[in-house]
């Protein structure tokens, strides 16, 4: 399993991407976004993309250097269409604009479709939290990419749906709360596969909904599902906030929710922006954040644990440690990530 770097395979990527028509910024953008995701320790959002992304630029499913176009604004609002762009510069754009409005409106909100993937979503909210604003971002699939099981359903309805909420502080990180409604982000299930291990119990139904520890029950036809957040005890919990994700993220947005009609998978996104200073002093808001957090974490601790993590800490932690050990790679994802650079005639090994 080879080990990187993050500025290196940084280099790496953006390489690719050049090399697959992106400009030099927008290369620079998308890779630097999924190497920090493997800096964070999500894998499952980083450089493992590489060869689905190029895929789509293959197929024409992804345009390169696709304008950002708005269709419909207001002071504190926006419409935007990537044009099938790549979803990371265009979620970082959007998120700039939210930014903007919010800074003179309090609040703003900002929605966008016709959009690929836009990673890991914890990668927005810091955009906000730096002006001193708190940030929501939630995406769902476009219509399309049904892996996740209603509670109750033996076969998937929804995607992963995930929701981020990003909370100044007075420490500087960040509270990061980055998580999908369902049990699992489809990126780890494809993490597990490559690597050749199962996914823990409670993960995955089958094709026919029974429980599986198989990967590949995910990628096969007929295909199982990815369970709710919550899973077979208090899965209808995830499900609801997944169906709320699938509302602001699909109709709003204008990219459209769930149906069986779908043909393209992406992210229709939905972003929400308030300005802490319109609503309280910013020096008492994060005084009472900092109150709440140190009253948290001073909980007596269950037998097994040796601390009280916030929402943000764990992956902060992950970025400290592999910018000094490096980031690994597993062989398969290197493999898939050569052999998708050479088709587009760029030797990366």
């Not at 992304?53 to 024409?60: E, I, P, Q, T």
């Not at 970082?92 to 993937?117: D, F, P, W, Y």
């Not at 199982?224 to 906030?241: C, D, E, Q, V």
Request: proline share 7%; hydrophobic share 45%; glycine share 10%.
């Amino acid at each position: 399993m080879p080990t990187f770097q993050a500025a290196a395979l940084q280099e790496i990527a953006t390489r690719i991407f050049e090399g697959a028509g992106s400009s030099p910024e927008e290369a620079r953008i998308v890779s630097e976004h999924l190497v920090t995701a493997n800096l964070m320790g999500h894998d499952s959002h980083g450089v493992i993309r590489i060869p689905q992304y190029l895929a789509s630029v293959k197929n024409g499913t992804c345009v390169p250097n696709a304008p950002l176009e708005v269709v419909q604004e207001t002071p504190a609002t926006a419409v935007l269409n990537a044009n099938w762009g790549y979803g990371q510069v265009a979620a970082r754009r959007a998120m700039e604009l939210a930014v903007a409005k919010a800074a003179t409106q309090a609040v703003s909100a900002v929605g966008i479709h016709h959009c690929n993937h836009i990673g890991r979503l914890g990668a927005y909210p810091p955009l906000a939290t730096a002006r001193e604003m708190i940030a929501m971002v939630m995406v769902n699939g476009h219509g399309k990419g049904h892996l996740v099981a209603p509670y109750g359903g033996a076969e998937g309805r929804l995607v992963t749906n995930p929701i981020a909420v990003g909370i100044p502080t007075a420490q500087g990180e960040p509270l990061l709360l980055d998580v999908a409604t369902s049990v699992v982000a489809e990126g780890k299930v494809r993490v597990k596969r490559n690597r050749g291990e199962p996914v823990p119990e409670g993960w995955l139904v089958d094709a026919n909904g029974l429980p599986t520890t198989d990967p590949m029950a995910l990628y096969s036809s007929p295909r199982g599902a990815i369970l709710p957040l919550g899973g077979l005890i208090a899965g209808h919990k995830g499900f609801g906030l997944a169906l709320v994700v699938e509302v602001l993220s699909g109709a709003l947005s204008r990219a459209g929710c769930a149906h069986p009609e779908a043909t393209r998978n992406g992210n229709g996104v939905f972003m929400l922006v308030l300005n802490i200073a319109a609503f309280t002093p910013v020096a008492t808001f994060k005084q009472e954040v900092a109150q709440l957090a140190a009253y948290v974490k001073s909980a007596r601790l269950m037998q097994g644990f040796s601390e009280i993590l916030l929402p943000g800490e764990p992956e902060a932690r992950t970025r400290e440690r592999r910018a000094a050990e490096g980031i690994p790679v597993d062989d398969e994802t290197w493999r898939q990530i050569v052999a998708a650079a050479k088709e587009f005639g760029v030797q990366v090994a």
